[in-house]
């Protein structure tokens, strides 16, 4: 046989050679590549080549050469890492396993596009601790001591005092009002700020209460902001929030923080006035509290009341989301069952 048809006949047994196991790449080195191999045989046969011949025929056999060398160190990788997953306990023919997105708590949802609605409007995001002093929660908000405004939201008490220091007396907060003082106490108007958080209040929990909820406070202080200012921004606020179609009415109100406060309803989501079960056939579903801040509340935050004004506002998360939502019961928002959070996977 020509040494050519050899060559050639080589190539194609290294090509179709397998090897899928120790044994098998132990087999193809000996017969191609061992001292008594395959192309140390062909290079003995190069010794009888006319020598005009033998550099075309070295080439072509320093090639087959290459090629095998090739394919024994491939396999050998292969092969090593196999045994190396079999023994990880890997198959890496198996179908890859899927991991399942989260979804976002459907209050995180409602908070973020609360809070995304005023920053369009220059408004900024504060946070105050939810252990808070007495002076922060109640005094510095108008609430007189022992005044019985403060039962108007049952408090979870951590430390009484001895009644003279407001600062030391310590309780989980009631509400986000809380934060307009300690913005007030360190920054200097113009303010205009939203405080989301979590608050606490001492009541047995059922479907429509719960001892903790979430809040969302809002403060503006400014030279002559006045309640036009307050009524505009809200109706901004309920239309960004519910659509265009939306409207807002306001009714007078009392918190001892604000002066004249007021509450605001938006007209029904579902029915848009017309009246239905879920507006109790009003037309109308009460979404927050507010009213112009009131001059000791600023007095007693650093604020000079006889240049400044300021209106303030407070809404609950839990009820924008039930609004949005149709989640009535109160505490499917905290009992975390992955069935009721999943179904928001969708809606951010
Ligand atoms: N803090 C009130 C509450 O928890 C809500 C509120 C009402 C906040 C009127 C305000 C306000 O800032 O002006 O029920």
Redesign the pocket.
């Known amino acids: 046989m020509e040494l050519k048809e050899k060559i050639e006949e080589l190539n194609g047994a290294i090509d179709s050679a397998s090897i899928t196991n120790k044994g098998e790449q132990e087999a193809f080195r000996i017969q191609f590549l061992g001292s008594k191999g395959a192309i140390k045989n062909l290079y003995e046969l190069l010794k009888s080549v006319p020598n005009e011949s033998k550099k075309e025929f070295g080439q072509l056999i320093n090639e087959v050469r290459a090629k095998a060398e090739t394919k024994l160190t491939t396999a050998e990788d292969v092969l090593a890492t196999s045994t190396q997953n079999q023994s990880h306990g890997l198959d890496l023919t198996r179908p890859g396993e899927t991991t399942e997105l989260g979804a976002r708590h459907p209050l995180s949802i409602v908070r973020n596009e609360i809070l995304e609605i005023f920053k369009r409007i220059g408004f900024t995001v504060s946070e105050g601790p939810e252990i808070e002093d007495d002076w922060h929660n109640f005094s510095a908000l108008n609430f007189p001591p022992n005044h019985p405004a403060r039962d ?2 049952d408090t979870f008490f951590i430390t009484k005092g001895d009644g003279t220091d407001p600062k030391k007396e310590m309780a989980l907060r ?4 809380s934060v ?1 003082v300690r913005v007030m106490e360190n920054s200097k108007p113009p303010i205009r700020t939203v405080s989301p958080g979590r ?1 606490y209040r001492n009541e047995a929990i059922s479907a429509r209460a719960h001892c903790f909820f979430h ?1 969302v ?3 503006y202080i400014d030279k002559d902001v006045s309640f036009a200012d307050l009524k505009q921004t809200l109706l901004y606020f309920a239309k960004e929030l519910f659509g265009e179609k939306a409207n807002i009415r306001m009714r007078p109100s009392y ?1 001892p ?2 002066e004249p ?1 007021a509450e605001v309803d938006v007209s029904c989501t579902l029915c848009h006035g017309k009246g239905c079960n879920v507006c109790k056939y009003t037309g109308w579903l009460e979404i ?4 112009m ?1 009131d001059p000791n509340v600023l007095d007693a935050s650093g604020i000079d009341s006889t240049v400044y004004t300021g ?6 998360i839990e009820r924008i989301a039930q609004l949005k939502y149709r989640v009535t019961d109160l505490r499917l928002y905290s009992e975390n069952d992955i069935r009721f959070l999943q179904q928001f996977k969708a809606a951010h």
């Open positions: 108007m939201q009631t509400h986000t009002s307009q608050v809040q406070e809002g403060l918190f923080f604000t406060s927050l509290g507010c009213g801040v209106f303030a506002f407070g809404m609950g």
